[in-house]
Nanobody, 121 residues
Framework: VQLQASGGGLVQAGGSLRLSCAAS????????IPWFRQAPGKEREAVLC????????YYADSVKGRFTISRDNAKNTVYLQMNSLEPEDAAVYFC???????????????WGQGTQVTVSS
């Protein structure tokens, strides 16, 4: 499966962005899709994940109440809605796919190329 992340950009603190993770080559219906992020000089970290049944798992406490994840299986796309963005949210955001959600990087075989999110203060 090929994953294409998009929707990143420059936004002021307090603003919103919606990231998309579009899949091709295989339906996402049976896959869980996480979002990870990697800031300069830091390790890639899991943010949250949506299961194949639509349940959400938050891995980063800092985004609770601000970020939500959703999926549209008809469009083979998963979305990350990011509200009340903070400078600390600036990073390259990646999506991946796996049968079940996991916060561990090495559990994922398929990754999107990443989309840059920049938050100005």
């Amino acid at each position: 499966v090929q994953l294409q992340a998009s929707g990143g950009g420059l936004v002021q603190a307090g603003g919103s962005l919606r990231l998309s993770c579009a899949a091709s080559g295989r339906t996402l219906d049976y896959y869980s899709i996480p979002w990870f992020r990697q800031a300069p000089g830091k390790e890639r970290e899991a943010v949250l994940c949506i299961s194949s049944s639509g349940g959400s798992t938050y891995y980063a406490d800092s985004v609770k109440g601000r970020f939500t994840i959703s999926r549209d299986n008809a469009k083979n796309t998963v979305y990350l809605q990011m509200n009340s963005l903070e400078p600390e949210d600036a990073a390259v955001y990646f999506c991946a796919s796996r049968r079940y959600c996991s916060s561990l990087l090495n559990r994922y075989d398929y990754w999107g190329q990443g989309t840059q999110v920049t938050v100005s203060s």
